[in-house]
């Protein structure tokens, strides 16, 4: 399983562009790169996946360069109710059951008025 | 939208007893993991079912069981309860072979 190493916390203000980066220098040729997003006393929710290059969606942007040791994860323009902890996972589609979604230690993000 | 339904939102235990989470997935999902959260850390991972089979094992004690039904729904069965069992257990759930799953809302256990 590929081991992920994000920063622990990060500020930023209201409406600029936050980048989290995370490092997994492990990834296996199979593994896609999932970002979860969690707000206290809530379930993770699901905020992007991708395998390679340029991932986007109408939340955010996922940036994941050759080598595959670490991707980016951009959101634009946040605002306070971004303020949560951000998880990078990497795992396999499964072949024969369930996936694997491991959570390390996540990004508590803080955004700022 | 149907989400993941988890009962109940809240238990509240003495040490030594039992409990039972359940775990309802979104229509169609025949993928279900556990998930126990402790106050300020992250959720660790305790178990995964697809169609029924157990798919995956992580950090669950071995007072903990679980098992997914013939109608998809979960259950989580926790035996001779500790202090260090409260927490927040999610359930979330997902199709075949996809990394996006939905979580539910929890239930917070706390043991006394």
């Known amino acids: 399983l590929a081991k992920t190493t994000q920063p622990i916390s990060m500020d930023s203000y209201e409406g600029q562009e936050v980048n989290i980066t995370c490092s997994h220098n492990n990834i296996a040729t199979n593994d896609y790169i999932t970002w979860y997003q969690q707000f206290p006393s809530q379930g993770p929710r699901f905020i992007i996946q991708?395998?390679?290059t340029k991932v986007t969606n109408e939340v955010a942007s996922l940036f994941i360069p050759a080598d595959r040791k670490s991707s980016t994860l951009s959101l634009p323009r946040v605002s306070l109710s971004d303020t949560a902890v951000y998880y990078c996972l990497v795992g396999r589609h499964s072949q024969t059951g369930a996936n694997n979604l491991f959570f390390g230690t996540g990004t508590r993000l803080t955004v700022i008025p | 939208a149907a989400g993941v339904i988890q009962s109940p939102r809240h238990l509240i235990k003495e040490k030594r007893e039992t409990a039972t989470l359940k775990c309802y997935p979104i229509?169609?999902?025949?993928?279900v993991y556990w998930y126990q959260q402790g106050p300020g850390q992250d959720p660790q991972f305790l178990i995964s079912?697809?169609?029924?089979?157990?798919?995956d094992k992580g950090s669950i004690p071995d007072r903990f069981s679980a098992q997914q039904f013939s109608d998809y729904h979960s259950e989580l069965n926790m035996s001779s309860l500790e202090l260090g069992d409260s927490a927040l257990y999610f359930c979330?759930?997902?199709?075949?072979?996809?990394?996006?799953?939905?979580f539910g809302q929890g239930t917070r256990l706390t043991v006394v």
């Open positions: 991708g395998y390679k």
């Open positions: 229509p169609r999902h025949d993928t």
């Open positions: 979330a759930s997902s199709l075949y072979r996809s990394t996006e799953a939905f």
């Open positions: 079912f697809y169609e029924k089979m157990q798919s």
